[in-house]
């Protein structure tokens, strides 16, 4: 039954493709018979099919023949050309883009790579930056010393220059004696009233040898007796004038200040004032007389008449200046307390 079969299945075939007039079929070679190795059933997994036959498994040979076909050619069907050749170009795609994208990732990395350069060189932009910076404020408050030191410099300059200037240009008040008229001015004589049960008279004259006016001119003298080496009294300052010039009650108690005030002294200028030795005497101001006895000692040279004061004023800045002055009659060796008080301001 089954060599029918395939008989019937090869007559088929064959009339399937039949052969040109004329021509006859090749024999068919003659079948060799091989005797395969006897199978290993196993039982478990042998089956029959609905029509009783044997059926084979993976494990079982089975002794039917194998249908073989035939192809007529190895050419490519339309349908075959077009799906390999969409598969080429898809492949030269896939090619082309992967170049594409690999260099496209190199330049992305190159970039980074410049970009990183540059971020590294901002780094160290940004550094530098600070460590001048810090170098800067460094130099900078350095400078701002120096600045400062030669600022100050510059203000005590300033101030020494404009001290000079004011000195050069301030007032300077002077105290002498009135000179006799006449007398030669470089060896001028002193008219000085002395006669016994008299007051002591003393012509004084305040010149400004600078050159601006002395303004607000305040002046105290005192007239007194003194030997070479006698204590003396000194107006020393304005309120100690004032308490001179309190009225007190009693006896003559001590001789008083002569006080002297004037507005303005122009430059090269000058005021006289007479001096008077002056007292206290039972609560009234009054003229000390001269005593006979004082006459006696101011003849024989034992005392000598002392001027002595202070000239206050201000010049026209507004700086308060002073004048001490101190001087014997007649001019001579004179106690050494007079000539120690005479001064003058450094103002």
């Keep these: 039954m089954e060599a029918e079969k395939h008989g019937d299945a090869d007559a088929s075939a064959g009339n399937a493709h039949p052969l040109p007039a004329g021509e006859t079929a090749p024999a068919r070679p003659a079948p060799i018979a091989v005797n395969p190795p006897a199978p290993t059933v196993i039982q478990q997994n042998a089956g029959t099919d609905s029509q009783g036959k044997q059926r084979c498994t993976k494990i079982q040979n089975c002794d039917e023949p194998l249908s073989v076909k035939v192809i007529k050619d190895d050419e490519l069907s339309s349908f075959e050309r077009i799906t390999v050749r969409y598969g080429y170009w898809g492949i030269v795609f896939a090619f082309v883009s992967l170049v594409i994208a690999s260099y496209a990732a190199y330049c992305v990395f190159q970039q980074f790579k410049e970009m990183a350069a540059q971020t590294e060189l901002l780094n160290r932009g940004a550094r530098q930056a600070r460590e001048d910076s810090k170098d800067t404020s460094a130099s900078t408050a350095q400078q701002l010393a120096i600045l400062q030191g030669q600022l100050r410099e510059q203000q005590n300059s300033v101030g020494v220059v404009t001290k000079q200037m004011r000195q050069d240009q301030r007032p300077w008040l002077r105290v002498e004696f009135v000179p006799i008229a006449g007398d030669d001015p470089a060896n001028p004589r002193v008219k000085v009233k002395i006669t016994t049960g008299q007051p002591i008279g ?24 003194a030997g070479i080496d006698d204590p003396m009294a000194f107006p020393l300052e304005k309120n100690i004038a004032k308490r001179f010039r309190t009225p007190k009650k009693g006896t003559l108690t001590h001789i008083l200040v002569n006080y002297i005030e004037t507005g303005v002294i122009f430059s090269d200028s000058y005021v006289e004032s007479s001096l008077t030795r ?15 006895s004082e006459s006696a000692d101011i003849l024989s040279g034992r005392v000598m008449i002392y001027v002595s004061g202070r000239v206050e004023y201000f010049d026209e800045f507004g700086t308060q200046h002073w004048t001490d002055f101190c001087h014997p009659l007649p001019d001579a060796s004179a106690n050494f307390r007079c000539t120690r008080y005479n001064a003058v301001d450094s103002n």
């Design 278 to 292: 002056t007292g206290m005497e039972n609560g009234n101001k009054t003229a000390i007389p001269l005593s006979p």
């Design 202 to 225: 003393v012509p004084i004259r305040i010149r400004n040898t600078g050159k601006t006016p002395a303004e607000i001119v305040t002046a105290y003298f005192l007239i007194q007796l």
